[in-house]
């Protein structure tokens, strides 16, 4: 599933292609990527993409008068294809622009793409709690969101109505580098292991997001735009291997119905 920095990388890939074109013309192949809403293309069709944005694992694109949401869910990617060039096979949306086809292709056809005449972040997303980069997140909000809850600390972690991006790679990543069992009562977790937390939130992603930049640069439309790239992960993927600071291997779990990797060893907070 793509994490938030895979979903800034298509963002910021789509946003040096397509910005400023205009939507001449719709294809949806499967009604159920867009709820099934007949009138999709009427909406869309006939404006200019005025910006891309990024909320949570949300891409918002800005139209003149309105927006679309786009959740990639487990395979969501988008193709710019030449336009008059038949469509791939999975591509469920086509949204023919001024230069070329944008294709939205979904091997497991759970992606979901949404208009609204309101801004979506005003409205349905603001269900989500802060990113990791939002200045909202402080320990102070997670400890008022904790204290009261007995949930393994990995389980908060992915809990997008209390902080919005974060999924199941990083938050193995994070508990690492806080040498912090992912197990851990949530309700414990001190101000200032909060604090640490959330420095290693900003660190790990931003590490990603400064990997997912090469990726942009060496985008080729072939492989579709899935923001996918390789980054050097210390935990997750890694079950039965060794840990990389005491050699020790590493453990294997399940937590909230998450495959979950930390090291006994080192993870005892
Ligand atoms: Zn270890």
């Not at 294809?27 to 869309?44: A, L, N, S």
Request: charged share 20%.
């Amino acid at each position: 599933m793509p994490e938030l920095p895979e979903v800034e990388t298509v963002v910021r890939t789509l946003r040096t292609q397509i910005i400023g074109q205009r939507i001449q013309k719709v294809t949806v192949v499967w009604p159920r990527t867009v709820y099934e809403d007949p009138q999709f293309g009427d909406k869309v069709i006939g404006q200019r993409i005025v910006s891309i944005s990024r909320r949570g694992k949300y891409l918002v694109f800005q139209l003149e008068r309105g927006y679309f949401s786009v959740h990639l869910r487990m395979e969501g990617r988008f193709f710019l294809t030449p336009l008059g060039e038949e469509p791939k096979k999975h591509t469920h949306v086509i949204f023919q622009l001024d230069e070329a086809n944008l294709e939205f292709n979904d091997t497991r056809k759970f992606g979901r793409i949404k208009y609204s005449v309101e801004d979506p972040v005003l409205s349905e997303l603001m269900t989500l709690g802060p990113e990791p980069f939002d200045e909202a997140l402080t320990p102070d909000y997670c400890l008022a969101k904790a204290s009261s809850r007995t949930i393994p600390l990995k389980t908060f972690l992915l809990d997008q109505s209390m902080i919005a991006g974060l999924g199941n790679i990083y938050a193995d990543e994070v508990c690492f580098l806080a040498k912090l069992s992912p197990l851990k009562p949530v309700s414990t977790i001190t101000f200032a292991q909060w604090q640490e937390l959330i420095g290693l939130m900003r660190m790990v992603l931003s590490e990603a997001i400064l990997a997912g930049g090469a990726t942009v640069r060496t985008y080729t439309a072939s492989l579709g735009i899935t923001g996918r790239f390789q980054t050097s992960l210390r935990v997750y993927g890694r079950s039965n291997q060794s840990c990389i600071e005491c050699g020790h291997p590493l453990t294997r779990t399940v937590i909230g119905q998450r495959s979950s990797v930390y090291c006994e060893h080192c993870q005892k907070g």
